[in-house]
């Protein structure tokens, strides 16, 4: 009794493996999508395999790969749009030199900078910032382009507060100066970067930053509200 009991325990742990693994009797496993390019391959049977011989299959085995691509992309504001008439230009002026990036609609500026390779952080600023809080204040740039270039149109209520609370809030500061993180991109601009630690000097461009993405796309993460906070 205790012997047809074990078997009956082995048995079940098998078919249960089997499953886990994906594999069942004489059956193909093939991915299908509208893309030109995909990779095929075949599952074997494994009715009658031996338990090592199954175990010794997890490392290999192959699974169908199929690549989609598609030109759709949802912004932050929601909406679905396609192509190159969603794009607009972001003209970045350093000391030496300016950069042109095409941008998202709706994009929170300070991760489309991050995620381009640019960094609208100074220096050391670039580990020590507040991630999209709103609250450190070292993202602030010069912003440029028309009344509807970006949202929203005037500072909301955490860059009043940071860009008026020291080093910030010198009597020569451009009214220009938002945070990167508190407004969306909706046409084209132009931002420049101050020097100094949170950017609050105003008497020279700083030198341009590449991004530097300590903590991967958490760097960018809690700046993802869409849209800013509007007051």
């Avoid at 504001?77 to 969603?86: L, R």
Wanted: with cysteine.
């Amino acid at each position: 009794m205790v012997m047809i009991h074990n078997k009956a325990i082995i048995a079940m742990s098998m078919m249960v493996l089997r499953k886990s693994l994906g594999w069942m009797p004489h059956r193909h496993f093939a991915c299908h999508s509208s893309s030109s390019r995909r990779m095929r391959t075949t599952s074997s049977s494994v009715v009658s395999a031996p338990f090592t011989s199954i175990l010794d299959r997890t490392v290999d085995r192959n699974r169908d790969i199929a690549v989609f691509s598609t030109t759709t992309t949802k912004y932050d504001d929601g909406k679905e749009t396609n192509g190159e008439s969603d794009m607009v230009n972001v003209t970045l002026e350093t000391a030496s030199k300016q950069t042109s990036l095409k941008v998202q609609k709706g994009e929170v500026l300070r991760r489309a900078l991050l995620r381009r390779g640019v960094s609208p952080h100074n220096g050391r600023a670039r580990l020590i910032n507040c991630r999209g809080l709103g609250t450190c204040g070292t993202c602030a740039v010069e912003i440029e382009g028309n009344d509807d270039a970006i949202v929203p149109a005037e500072r909301n209520t955490k860059e009043r507060l940071r860009l008026n609370f020291p080093p910030h809030g010198s009597p020569d500061q451009s009214p220009n100066l938002r945070l990167a993180c508190q407004v969306q991109v909706k046409d084209d601009i132009v931002i420049r970067k101050r020097t100094g630690f949170w950017g609050q000097d105003t008497d020279e461009l700083a030198e341009g930053y590449d991004a530097e993405l300590w903590f991967g796309n958490l760097e960018y993460l809690l700046d993802s509200k869409s849209p800013p906070d509007q007051k």
